[in-house]
């Protein structure tokens, strides 16, 4: 006999609840309470603070302007699952507003002298290369604690994430500064880590689900009869990061040297002015002065700022080439990349060596 699910307000009440004992509980003392319980306290905060996608719609007291966002954002809503065989559910069938322009602020940490991060392991999401905090300061205190004991530091505001399915995730406050199109690729991407998922593999994840967001895209632009992006910022973007990835290289070389501490500080200084050199040669030459990103090469530079580069995009060419592999039929993909996700850790790297040198080789 098949048993109704529970209604979503009765879930949620059982996980307002549950979830702050729980989530210490499997924690097994591994780190600070005060920091999970910041964890626990944020995600609750937010799980009280959604309310029905429809009512903000229907509500004439609220924003115009928010209620036409959320309207367009429900029709790509809709395109995720009926035709990218996205999760059928209620998140981002919801709306919270969180009063602050970002929903959490991760706090990446490295040495001095080298690009391995400081990873943290968590009960649901298996290790990442970050901390995340629900407020500002929280993140900027930590990050002092860490310069302090010379590491290297960067702060990024997260303006959505996925809980992976373990609650109905919202679309934000901090959300409503984007076009109707990047709400809708930013629904793509965060409904595909719920559809595929792998422990401890960020560059899987982030890769898989970047590609179901470039692709998903591809064809809400076609189901909406408007031509194909020119892909001119997608190539600008793609042409920066892979400084940021060269020169990463470049000093990962650098750090493998027996130099004494003052002089490998001069030697990593001179490769950030490279990278800052050859950016401008770049934006100037082939950009035709586009400065966008400026504000970020401008910026004070050390290993931390470099970590995110590279783990959205690793494996693109991989699971576009699975993509064609199966012909293009979603549930098959996502059935192959499970497959994929689920063997050893050398294995899977080989599968998608494998996929990405025949996406190459096939143009």
Not at 52 to 80: C, G, M, N, Y
Not at 119 to 127: D, K, L, M, V
Not at 176 to 202: C, S
Not at 209 to 214: R, Y
């Amino acid at each position: 006999m098949i048993r109704p699910r529970p209604s979503l307000g009765l879930l949620d009440r059982v996980l307002r609840v549950l979830f702050p004992g729980v989530l210490l509980l499997l924690l097994n003392g591994c780190t600070s309470v005060s920091y999970y319980s910041q964890l626990a306290s944020g995600q609750l905060q937010l799980l009280w603070a959604r309310e029905p996608v429809s009512r903000v719609i229907a509500d004439p007291q609220r924003d115009q302007k928010l209620r036409a966002h959320l309207t367009e954002s429900q029709k790509a809503r809709t395109f995720a699952s009926q035709q990218l065989h996205l999760p059928d559910n209620q998140s981002y069938r919801l709306y919270a507003d969180i009063g602050r322009p970002f929903v959490v602020w991760n706090v990446f940490v490295t040495p001095e002298f080298s690009l391995k991060p400081q990873n943290h392991c968590f009960p649901i999401a298996g290790c990442v290369a970050y901390r995340g905090y629900y407020s500002q300061s929280a993140a900027r205190g930590e990050a002092a604690v860490q310069r302090l004991q010379g590491m290297d530091v960067s702060i990024g505001g997260v303006e959505a994430y996925s809980t992976l399915g373990w609650f109905n995730d919202p679309i934000m406050s901090s959300m409503m500064g984007w076009g109707d199109e990047r709400l809708a690729t930013l629904i793509f991407h965060e409904l595909a880590h719920q559809r595929v998922y792998v422990k401890d593999d960020t560059a899987f994840n982030e890769s898989f689900a970047t590609f179901v967001e470039q692709e998903g895209t591809r064809q809400w632009r076609a189901f909406r009869n408007l031509p194909p992006d020119n892909g001119a910022q997608a190539q600008q973007r793609n042409q920066f990061i892979q400084l940021v990835l060269n020169t990463r290289t470049r000093l990962e070389t650098l750090y493998a040297l027996p130099l004494p501490p003052d002089q490998m500080r001069q030697r990593k200084a001179k490769e950030f002015e490279q990278m800052r050199a050859e950016y401008r040669q770049m934006r100037d030459s082939q950009w035709a002065g586009d400065k966008r990103y400026d504000a970020w090469i401008n910026a004070p530079m050390n290993n931390a700022r470099l970590l995110p580069f590279g783990l959205y995009d690793q494996w693109v060419p991989a699971f576009a080439g699975l993509f064609r592999q199966v012909g293009g039929e979603w549930v098959k993909f996502y059935a192959a990349a499970e497959k994929i996700g689920a063997l050893p850790d050398d294995e899977r790297i080989a599968a998608l060596k494998e996929l990405a040198a025949s996406k190459n080789s096939s143009g």
